[in-house]
């Protein structure tokens, strides 16, 4: 299947990789289908790109490399919508907001995108205790040293 992609131009996909978000994401309650696109090797991004609509995709990281003590616990409500078994089949990333300087751009910690990866199933997580992490949590953070919130 080939979709046109917000940063990639024209992309074949594989359907069964397609990632079910039954809300959508906020702000985009329409679109429920999406999938991950590697960017490079080696590098914590992915995009995570509408299916339907090439101008709705993110960058998304992976925050534990930016963040080693980065962790939450997933409500039961969530596990059941995410048909969530084992610890194992989470995949989480945070969107990233990319700025003019990559060392300003920011990650959302907040509000983690948790996919189950064996059943291909997201959701957009906002995270109840808005003290502990950052809506905009500096990349930049990773690069010094001790870093914490």
Do not use: W
């Not at 917000?6 to 978000?21: D, M, Q, R, S, Y």
């Not at 985009?28 to 609509?53: A, C, K, M, Y």
């Not at 959302?108 to 990866?117: G, Q």
């Amino acid at each position: 299947m080939l979709i046109n992609t917000k940063f990639l131009g024209e992309v074949e996909i594989i359907e069964k990789e397609i990632i079910n978000f039954d809300c959508g994401l906020p702000g985009f309650p329409e679109e429920r289908g999406f999938v991950l696109l590697p960017i490079e090797e080696d590098v914590p991004f992915v995009l995570l790109q509408s299916i339907n609509n090439e101008h709705i995709g993110f960058v998304i990281a992976y925050p534990f490399a930016f963040k080693e003590d980065y962790a939450f616990d997933l409500n039961e409500e969530d596990k059941q919508l995410l048909q969530i078994e084992t610890e194992e089949d989470v995949l989480v990333y945070s969107i990233v907001t990319l700025k003019e300087s990559f060392q300003q751009s920011t990650l959302n910690l907040l509000a983690p995108i948790v996919i189950n990866n064996n059943k291909k199933l997201g959701r957009q997580i906002v995270l109840q205790d808005s003290t502990q992490y950052s809506l905009r949590y500096p990349v930049s953070m990773a690069f010094s040293k001790g870093s914490s919130k």
